[in-house]
Each structure stands twice: as C-alpha cells, then as structure tokens.
C-alpha cells in the first residue's frame, strides 16, 4: 500500500499511521481511513476511526456488518490495490461524497456502537437470561 502511494504521488496527502502509534491523533486529523486487513475481523480501529468521523475504505466479505458497501463505507475486493487506488484517488477529488460517507459512518456508530447503546443491549441479554428458567444438562 505505501509503495501504491508512492506511485501515484500520494505521499505528500497520505499517512500512514504506526499501529503502536498516536492512532487518536492521526484519525482526528484524517479524512479517509482504509482497513486493509481483509475485513475478516471486528476491526476496533475501524470503529474508532468512523465514529471519529472518517471515511471508510475496507475489504469487501468480512463479518464486519458495520461496513456497509455505498452506505457507511467504500469496500473493494481483496487483492484488487487498483480499484483502491481509484476509490483513493476519487474521493479526494470530491471531498464532498468523502464528508458524506463519513457521516453516515459516524452515526451508524453512535445509534449502534456507543457505549450507552452497548450497555443497554448487554442489561438486556441480561434481563433475559435471569428470567428464563432453563435448565443446564450439567446441573447437580
């Protein structure tokens, strides 16, 4: 990806941020943030960087169900670094179909990810389970 970058004369407006690194810092002052991890993964950092308001570029297929193709994020298929290119290059040519993305994405993640939303769903299995009288095989 960064030879891609290289490339296509990318450097001086991408950065790649250090997984060890500052994330926080790079995604508050980022506009596009690609997961090329292939999708196959809950990505936290995909999470922290929509609700920080970027756009998201990813690899198509995975069981993030939070990326959604057109929606709340740019997907690609794996191996495809072309059609990458093109999805990079397009979207900063138009800034404004990036800031749109980016606020789908940003509240997706505060209706469905935030923490008030998280604990609710959690009291809820909760509740559930301790008014349920079921039985476990392995009882005594």
């Known amino acids: 990806l960064r030879n891609l970058v290289r490339t296509l004369g990318l450097s001086a407006t991408i950065t790649f941020a250090h997984p060890s690194g500052d994330v926080a810092s790079a995604m508050s002052a980022g506009e596009l943030f690609v997961d090329a991890g292939g999708g196959d993964h809950l990505s936290i950092q ?81 509740r559930r389970l301790s008014s349920a009288h079921a039985t476990f095989p392995f009882q005594r």
């Open 46 to 126: 995909t999470l922290r960087a929509m609700a920080a308001g970027m756009c998201i570029i990813a690899v198509d297929g995975g069981v993030a169900d939070y990326l959604r193709n057109d929606e709340t994020a740019l997907l690609y298929s794996r191996g495809h670094v072309d059609r990458l290119a093109e999805i990079i290059r397009d979207l900063m040519q138009q800034p404004t179909t990036s800031h749109q993305f980016a606020r789908r994405a940003w509240e997706y993640v505060r209706s469905n990810h935030s923490v008030s939303v998280m604990a609710e769903s959690t009291a809820g299995i909760y």
